[in-house]
């Protein structure tokens, strides 16, 4: 949408959309440490790429930060005990993708101090680039942002691309959501250790961390931590999503337009979650792999709503339980913000390392609003920020016209709900694009 | 905690507050009180020619949709619209019958809301006009409101009115176009002149199509082409001559400013791209000047907009965004 601010001060892109934040729940809440639970759930696939391969029998004893599934190949990241205890089963398990795959079961041990014994990842002095990168991907380190992308291929572009620049993506546009904005308030030293360990592994001389305008305390502490032997400059984004897509945080901090069907390597840029760089920090401070992270655990069917650390493979029940329980009137409950988060409907489901937040929502939900016919009034061309069509889009979903989507860069729709959002006749539009990509994968399955 | 009764619905899953039927009912209150003004200058007969058009759509809608669309507020709207562009005296009947063709054969046989290619409002105007063509061209005079109820109003259906010559006139551009004479800027910005009962205010049009453009309910692009296109291009024909009617008059004259601000504007039956809104607008006022100024009819609105709600696919195909990360490219509507 056309904004005067925007065009005034820049660090913005165009098109976009303005729902309420509602991150006032957990903006203030400091982060806490959830206890142990009495078992966690690790799937073998929280990552993008090859699932895992489990090295663990079950009854096996396992310590905090044992390798539990070795990655399978190069896109393929490690699992980890996140607790001590004793492996209880290898098997069938509720997935948040809304599958059921392949999860190792550990029962914790009540009596274990959880300490971790001497240091599993090396210590970060020293290390050339090559190391680092082997390092990070033995801790299991991937994107906490949502996609859970293995961080070690990021840092390994390959050697025909020329990488200048790292962002770091502080923007965290999804309403309620506050993991980010909390690491970066409260460990934002962190933030710029793993700043620095990127930009060694990478070879970079620059960094920008982006973070949206409503975070002005997280600005201030990144700001006067930022340590003096780096370039990195902290910048405030326009507030409006889906700024935290990498194309549009690319767009805003540089201008730059990553070409249809690229990376963003491409335009010379790797962009890191800032949660997901204070993980890197983190493994190699502490020597232990990513055995857990920070989630917002918020909504208004949350009766105390928190930012948490817990456990990977803590489950959902369990979390929800250390927060107080659901409310009442508690109807819906989504991995991720409400714009692009999956919904869930197992308690035992367990939070894995791609999972943001979790956020309870009361009310009717979407399917209960009226629909009405399409009028072609265009807002959703003036909402979607990699200018699609998704009035034309729309029509051709349901007719069923998937190769005709194709041509119409549906490929470039990245789903973020901007045009579903704004429709005033409630047609489901990024909803009926997932389940066409779907059935576009399936027919280029069938056909190659 | 049981957990079956959680819902399972994909993203996103806020939603913006506005709605279809939000934007349809908002739309007919702005023309609020430019129909209030018209039954204070014509007479509160008007609101009886305004109310019959309505009914005569509702009824329709009703009939071919069944009564869950009614309430989206479109069909309600398409016969406050069609009234607005009625003469005063204009008799019932034919009011609700042209309701009836707006509805009927504006939008139930292509499929109902959002899949007609023609204002059905303008569809059920030049229905009135080829059907009725004297009714539709008696204009009853502006004089003291109240309670007067002018002209063949209750004529009986399917009887033709008596042409009461006594009390009708001529409107602002029939007297230009039969007669050489301007009329006034101010009584054209005010409604005090003859006209259909809605079009003559051009103040409260604007104002209620102001409040429209700021809710993001119309898109702007459209009547400002529109204007910009009838102000240079009459501006221009003035210049060379004379005789011709001037910008201002041009602009404040006849359907033009309900035309572009609430017909042309309908979302169903204009392009949905910015660079496609411009070239529809642009489209529409230079055929206004064309008819008006070379036509055989004294307006031509009407005619403009209907013949530029055809070419809306065609500009929206040459007109698709460019996709970002990419240099643009021909897309197909």
Excluded at chain 1, 164 to 186: K, Q
Excluded at chain 2, 143 to 165: I, K, S, W
Excluded at chain 2, 258 to 271: C, I, K, N
């Amino acid at each position: 949408m056309f904004s005067l601010v925007d065009l005034l001060t820049g660090n913005g892109f165009a098109h976009g959309v303005h729902p309420p934040d509602s991150k006032e729940l957990t903006e203030a809440v400091p982060i806490r440490r959830m206890p142990f639970p009495e078992e966690v759930v690790l799937p073998v696939r929280q990552h993008a790429g090859k699932p895992a391969v489990p090295i663990v029998r079950p009854g096996d004893r396992v310590e905090r930060g044992d390798t539990v599934a070795e990655a399978d190949g190069f896109v393929s990241a490690p699992v980890h005990a996140s607790a001590a205890g004793t492996v209880k089963e290898i098997g069938w398990w509720p997935h948040p993708d809304g599958s059921t795959d392949r999860a190792i079961r550990i029962a914790v041990d009540r009596w274990s101090p959880q300490i971790p014994r001497p240091r599993i990842v090396p210590r970060w002095e020293g290390l050339a680039a090559d190391e680092v990168v082997r390092a990070v991907q033995a801790a299991g380190v991937v994107g906490l942002g949502g996609a859970a992308f293995p961080t070690h291929v990021k840092l390994s572009p390959p050697d025909d691309v020329d990488i200048e620049l790292l962002i770091v993506n502080g923007a965290e546009c999804e309403p309620y959501l506050t993991t980010d904005h909390r690491t970066m308030v409260e460990y934002p030293e962190r933030v710029h250790f793993g700043v620095r360990v990127m930009m060694r592994a990478l070879g970079v001389e620059q960094a920008v961390i982006g973070v949206e305008k409503n975070k002005p305390d997280a600005i201030e502490r990144l700001r006067e931590t930022a340590p003096g032997d780096l370039d990195v400059e902290v910048v405030g984004l326009t507030v409006k999503y889906p700024q935290g897509a990498e194309k549009m945080l690319i767009k805003s901090v540089t201008g730059r337009e990553v070409p249809s069907g690229k990376l963003p390597m491409h335009v010379g840029v790797v962009v890191q979650n800032a949660g997901s760089i204070a993980t890197i920090a983190e493994v190699f401070e502490s020597g232990l792999p990513l055995v857990e992270r920070i989630v917002t655990v918020t909504g208004p069917g949350v009766r105390r709503p928190s930012n948490l650390i817990v456990p990977v493979g803590t489950r959902l029940r369990d979390a929800l339980d250390f927060c107080g329980g659901l409310a009442d009137d508690a109807t819906e409950i989504l991995f991720g913000g409400p714009m692009m988060g999956v919904p869930q409907s197992d308690l035992d489901v367990p939070l894995v390392k791609g999972t943001t937040g979790v956020v309870v929502l009361t009310g009717a939900g979407s399917a209960e609003r009226t629909a009405y016919p399409c009028i072609r009034c265009g807002t959703c061309l003036e909402a979607c920020p990699v200018f699609l069509n998704p009035q034309r889009l729309g029509r051709l979903a349901r007719a069923g016209r998937y190769e005709e989507m194709a041509e119409s860069h549906l490929d470039d729709c990245m789903l973020c709900g901007s045009c579903s959002y704004v429709c005033p006749s409630n047609i489901p539009l990024s909803q009926m694009f997932a389940l066409a990509k779907g059935q576009l994968r399936r027919l280029r399955a069938k056909a190659a | 905690m049981s957990e079956a009764r959680f819902e399972l619905t994909a993203s996103p899953r806020l939603k913006a507050p506005d709605s279809t039927a939000r934007i349809m009912w908002t739309v007919s209150a702005t023309l609020a009180p430019a129909t209030l003004a018209a039954a204070w200058l014509f007479g509160a007969g008007v609101l009886l020619v305004v109310a019959a058009a309505i009914l005569g759509a509702a009824a329709t809608e009703r009939l071919f949709e069944g009564a869950g669309t009614l309430s989206d507020g479109s069909a309600v709207l398409t016969g406050l619209l069609l009234g607005l562009t009625l003469p005063p005296g204009f008799p019932l009947w034919m009011s609700a019958l042209g309701g009836a063709a707006a509805i009927g054969f504006g939008k139930a046989i292509f499929g109902g809301l959002g899949q007609n290619v023609f204002n059905p409002a303008l569809l059920g105007r030049a229905f009135l006009q080829a059907a009725f063509p004297t009714a539709i061209t008696t204009w009853a005079p502006v004089g003291p409101g109240g309670d007067a109820v002018r002209g063949d109003l209750f004529a009986f259906p399917f009887t033709t009115p008596e042409a009461a010559d006594a009390v009708t006139g001529a409107t602002p551009l029939g007297l230009m176009k039969f007669e050489g004479v301007a009329t006034d800027a101010v009584p054209l910005l005010l409604g005090n002149t003859t006209g259909s009962l809605g079009e003559t205010s051009a103040v409260l049009i604007l104002a209620g199509g102001a409040y429209l453009a700021v809710k993001r309910y119309l898109d702007w692009r459209i009547p400002a082409a529109i204007f910009l296109t009838v102000a240079l291009v009459s501006g221009a024909l003035h210049a060379i001559d004379p005789g011709s009617p001037g910008p201002l008059f041009s602009l404040l004259s006849g359907g033009l400013v309900l035309g572009a601000v609430y017909m042309a504007t309908d979302p169903v039956t204009s392009p949905v791209t910015k660079p496609g809104a411009w070239i529809f607008g642009i489209g529409i006022g230079l055929l206004v000047v064309l008819i008006r100024v070379w036509g055989g009819l004294p307006e031509g609105v009407m005619y403009a907009i209907l013949f530029m709600n055809a070419l809306v696919p065609f500009i929206g195909r040459a007109t698709q965004p460019r996709v970002f990360g990419t240099a643009g490219e021909e897309g197909a509507a």
